[in-house]
């Protein structure tokens, strides 16, 4: 006996309005949860920071331990913020080359290792690691050799080379709320954060988010430092 049409069980499904209604509601989920997921992100990014920074310091002091003398020329003899960072790294990676009196071999005889970062994964845009080429990166200029940070921009060093066991000036000023000015250390280590610029207000480009705050001071922005 054939069944009427009428009578058949309708198999279940999403009416386009149901199915509008699910999209809705994972957007909605989606727009709540992704800044908490950034914020994640960041803080994640901020710890790896803290931590790289603070072994930074402790090779810089170590080497001065070993050899009596921190590892920059000895023609330098000023405190000095370092404008480019390979050479440091090279040499207290004791891997060659660098570049004259700071070298590897030169400036680290004994070829002992104080730090061991691992190599940036991408070349191109190089972050948390060593970065194996030159290369631009949105107006961010990075040397091959250099520790780039978790962000994408160089690690910034400065360096006791007058040795009074301080750093002056703050590279926030007197008034860029990172501390006493100047900084009682030997060696000092930050990183400009997410921004790429020295403290908080717009960002260095377009590749980064606005942070709080104001350029050149600390406070408020999201930058990284060794000192506090």
């Given at each position: 006996?054939?069944?009427?049409?009428?009578?058949?069980?309708?198999?279940?499904?999403?009416?386009?309005?149901?199915?509008?209604?699910?999209?809705?509601?994972?957007?909605?989920?989606?727009?709540?949860?992704?800044?908490?997921?950034?914020?994640?992100?960041n803080?994640?990014?901020?710890?790896?920071?803290?931590?790289?920074?603070?072994?930074?310091?402790?090779?810089?002091?170590?080497?001065?331990?070993?050899?009596?003398?921190?590892?920059?020329?000895?023609?330098?003899?000023?405190?000095?913020?370092?404008?480019?960072?390979?050479?440091?790294?090279?040499?207290?990676?004791?891997?060659?080359?660098?570049?004259?009196?700071?070298?590897?071999?030169?400036?680290n005889?004994?070829?002992?290792?104080?730090?061991?970062?691992?190599?940036?994964?991408?070349?191109?845009?190089?972050?948390?690691?060593?970065?194996?080429?030159?290369?631009?990166?949105?107006?961010?200029?990075?040397?091959?050799?250099?520790?780039?940070d978790?962000?994408?921009?160089?690690?910034?060093?400065?360096?006791?080379?007058?040795?009074?066991?301080?750093?002056?000036?703050?590279?926030?000023?007197?008034?860029?709320?990172a501390?006493?000015?100047?900084?009682?250390?030997?060696?000092?280590?930050?990183?400009?954060?997410?921004?790429?610029?020295?403290?908080?207000?717009?960002?260095?480009?377009?590749?980064?988010d606005?942070?709080?705050?104001?350029?050149n001071?600390?406070?408020?922005?999201?930058?990284?430092?060794?000192?506090?």
């Open positions: 006996m054939e069944m009427n049409p009428s009578s058949r069980p309708r198999l279940a499904a999403f009416t386009l309005i149901e199915l509008l209604v699910v999209i809705a509601i994972i957007a909605v989920l989606a727009a709540f949860l992704f800044p908490a997921f950034q914020g994640m992100t803080r994640a990014k901020t710890t790896q920071a803290k931590s790289d920074l603070m072994q930074i310091v402790t090779a810089v002091n170590a080497y001065y331990t070993e050899y009596g003398k921190y590892p920059i020329p000895t023609t330098v003899t000023t405190d000095t913020a370092l404008s480019r960072t390979d050479d440091l790294f090279y040499t207290l990676r004791a891997v060659n080359p660098g570049s004259g009196a700071n070298s590897g071999d030169v400036a005889p004994r070829k002992i290792v104080f730090l061991s970062p691992a190599d940036a994964k991408d070349t191109a845009r190089p972050r948390s690691g060593i970065a194996a080429a030159d290369v631009t990166v949105n107006g961010v200029t990075i040397t091959k050799g250099e520790f780039i978790p962000w994408g921009t160089p690690y910034k060093v400065a360096i006791d080379g007058d040795y009074d066991n301080q750093i002056n000036p703050n590279p926030y000023g007197a008034t860029g709320g501390g006493s000015d100047p900084i009682r250390a030997g060696v000092i280590a930050w990183s400009l954060g997410k921004n790429g610029q020295l403290g908080g207000g717009s960002a260095l480009n377009s590749a980064f606005k942070e709080g705050g104001t350029a001071i600390y406070t408020g922005s999201g930058d990284v430092i060794s000192w506090q």
